[in-house]
Every structure is written in structure tokens, then in C-alpha cells.
T-cell receptor, first 112, second 110 residues
Framework: GEDVEQSLFLSVREGDSSVINCTYT??????LYWYKQEPGAGLQLLTY?????DMKQDQRLTVLLNKKDKHLSLRIADTQTGDSAIYFC????????????FGQGTTLQVKP | DADVTQTPRNRITKTGKRIMLECSQT?????MYWYRQDPGLGLRLIYY???????NKGEISDGYSVSRQAQAKFSLSLESAIPNQTALYFC?????????FGPGTRLTVL
């Protein structure tokens, strides 16, 4: 079945780069997403990448996709305390029902 | 104004009570979804609807029902709430593939 896995916790110092990793099993995924959830808030769409792309950059965010290894990563450059949140990786189901499969979420802690 | 709103934002109820969570959107999207979030489990899909006449079960629909009253409104009901339905519930909408989430409803069943 479809599955998405993430490590649960990452701690970095302010100003460093953060890299959050995600692996997935569905090789026919069409889109892969990164969402951010701040404490007490809903999910905010950060960025997404189409499956025929290898990389997407948006200001401090860089998404890398390795389709062969079914590995997705989100790099946040110059991490700030305001980046502290839970980051969810999600893939669009290949059955095209518009169904998202989410990872467990990675809690990013940014230390001053 | 928020594009996707959920009411109530917080609710505490007792086992056996009927609860309705409501979702409204001003994005004009046809597709709407209900998810629940549990710590360490990510989000799991309860029900989804691609238009007013279309309702589909997600991976964890048991114990829940939904109603799509209009394009803009999608409500989730717990007919007889039980403690393991304590969770954070999210509504989402989409036009095609990208989903946009509401702020969530924190439900506690005692």
C-alpha cells in the first residue's frame, strides 16, 4: 500500500540550514507536497513539486526529489526561530482521487 | 477573511453524544475533505466529496458521517462520540490537486 515516512524530530541552531527528509512507496505519485503546521494552527502549504522535476527552489526553501530512491527532502536555508513547526510531507495518490497520503510529521526545533 | 473556516474551534463532549463539526469555504472549490490528526500519525482521511452529490469514504470512516449541504459547506458528524475520537480535525478544499486546510477543530471526548 501507499506509505510516507518521516523522521519525527530535528533540532538545529538559528542561522544553520535544516534538511527534512521523507520517503514514500508509491512510484506513480504525481505531486509531492510540504506543509507546515505551527503550534495551534492548521496546515499551511509551503511548496510542492511535480513528479517529473528534480528540484524546486522558492526563496529559502529548496525541494529535492529523487524518484529512483523515492526520496523527497526540504532544505530551509538560514533557519529562523519562526521556522519552528511540524513539517508534513504528503504525496498525491496515484489512483487520482485527489487523496493525499501524509507522513507522520517532523518537528523542527530551532535553537537561538 | 479566512478562505476555509471551521466551527467550533474547540469542543469538549461526553461519550455517547452526537457532535457536528462544520466547514465552510469561500474559495469556490468543488472538492472538500475531512481529516483527523493524531500525534505521531500524521493526517488520515475520513471522508471526501468531489461535488455536492458525491460522497466517498476515506481510510477511517467508521463512526463518522458527512453531509455536503452546498458547494461551500461540508459537515462531519459523530453520531455517538467515543473517547478514541479525541483528535484534531481538519477540513480541506481543492480545485484539482493542491489542498488548502482550515484551522482545525480540537475535539475532546470524555
Amino acid at each position: 500500500g501507499e506509505d510516507v515516512e518521516q523522521s519525527l524530530f530535528l533540532s538545529v541552531r538559528e542561522g544553520d540550514s535544516s534538511v527534512i527528509n521523507c520517503t514514500y512507496t508509491d512510484s506513480s505519485s504525481t505531486y509531492l507536497y510540504w506543509y507546515k503546521q505551527e503550534p495551534g494552527a492548521g496546515l499551511q502549504l509551503l511548496t510542492y513539486i511535480f513528479s517529473n522535476m528534480d528540484m524546486k527552489q522558492d526563496q529559502r526553501l529548496t525541494v529535492l526529489l529523487n524518484k529512483k530512491d523515492k526520496h523527497l527532502s526540504l532544505r530551509i536555508a538560514d533557519t529562523q526561530t519562526g521556522d519552528s513547526a511540524i513539517y508534513f510531507c504528503a504525496e498525491m495518490s496515484a489512483s487520482n482521487t485527489g487523496k493525499l497520503i501524509f507522513g507522520q510529521g517532523t518537528t523542527l526545533q530551532v535553537k537561538p | 477573511d479566512a478562505d476555509v473556516t471551521q466551527t467550533p474551534r474547540n469542543r469538549i463532549t461526553k461519550t455517547g453524544k452526537r457532535i457536528m463539526l462544520e466547514c465552510s469555504q469561500t474559495k469556490g472549490h468543488d472538492r472538500m475533505y475531512w481529516y483527523r490528526q493524531d500525534p505521531g500519525l500524521g493526517l488520515r482521511l475520513i471522508y471526501y466529496s468531489f461535488d455536492v452529490k458525491d460522497i466517498n469514504k476515506g481510510e477511517i470512516s467508521d463512526g463518522y458521517s458527512v453531509s455536503r449541504q452546498a458547494q461551500a459547506k461540508f459537515s462531519l458528524s459523530l453520531e455517538s462520540a467515543i473517547p478514541n475520537q479525541t483528535a484534531l480535525y481538519f477540513c480541506a478544499t481543492s480545485y484539482t490537486d493542491t489542498q488548502y486546510f482550515g484551522p482545525g477543530t480540537r475535539l475532546t471526548v470524555l
